[in-house]
Structure formats: structure tokens, C-alpha cells
């Protein structure tokens, strides 16, 4: 018992060294969460990368539609929200494990991803109805 006490006090000074910090936070009712920043980095590069494949998709339906003016511009925002509930809808209800906050999800790279919108939008509407 004894030896097993002091086992017990030695077992700070053991260290396991990983690539992946865990960090913790506080949350809104004081409970201390832990979250590892690489995974969360991971999957805001993979929701970055499916950000990029709608606005090429969308942006490209648009031009094809043939929708011009504010009809794109609404195209372009019911995609948006539309990636964004399937996101949520796939991560279910433990959304928190995997990402920050649902705002943040919706918002970044909103006016990032419009730029390959637009450039899929014109490209796709100018071979289709123009040329």
C-alpha cells in the first residue's frame, strides 16, 4: 500500500508528449471543456474545402439557370445556408465537439467563397446565354 502511495505521488513527474495539445475552456455554466486546437483546425479546413466545392457548384448552377442580378447574388445565400444545416445536420447534436460555434460556421469565409461564386456564376452564364 505504501509503495502504491507513493507511485500515486510520483505520477506527475511521467510525462507523455504528443503533436496534439488538448486545451481547456471554460464554458457558459463553469464546466471546464477540453478541446484539441489540431482537430478543430482540421475540421474548419475541411468545412473551408466543402465551402469551396458549393460556391464552384452553386456558382456554376447559377450561370447555367441563367439567373442575373439579386437572383444570384439570393442563390448564392440559400447555398450558403444550405451547406450550412447540412454541416450541422451531419455533426448532429454534439455540433460542439467538432466546431467552435454554429455563427462562426455560417459566417467565415461567407464573403470568400462568393468570389469563386461569381467568377463560376459569369464564366458558366457567359458560355451558356452569350456566346
Known amino acids: 500500500l505504501i509503495l502504491l502511495d507513493s507511485l500515486l505521488q510520483e505520477k ?5 508528449m504528443s503533436r496534439d495539445r488538448v486545451s ?4 457558459k455554466t463553469g464546466e471546464v471543456k477540453a478541446f484539441s486546437q ?3 483546425s482540421n475540421n474548419q479546413a475541411v468545412v473551408e474545402y466543402c465551402r469551396t466545392s458549393m460556391a464552384a457548384l452553386s456558382g456554376g448552377t447559377a450561370g447555367i439557370l441563367g439567373l442575373s442580378t439579386l437572383y444570384g447574388f439570393a442563390f448564392y445565400a440559400v447555398s450558403v445556408v444550405v451547406l450550412w444545416l447540412m454541416i450541422l445536420w451531419k455533426a448532429g447534436s454534439s455540433w460542439k465537439k467538432y466546431f467552435g460555434s454554429r455563427q462562426s460556421l455560417l ?3 461567407f464573403f ?11 464564366f458558366l452564364y ?3 446565354h452569350v456566346y
Open 24 to 27: 481547456t475552456k471554460l464554458d
Open 112 to 122: 470568400g467563397q462568393m468570389f469563386t461564386y461569381v467568377l463560376f456564376w459569369t
Open 38 to 40: 489540431t482537430s478543430i
Open 12 to 16: 506527475p513527474s511521467l510525462k507523455i
Open 126 to 128: 457567359g458560355m451558356v
Open 107 to 109: 459566417t467565415n469565409g
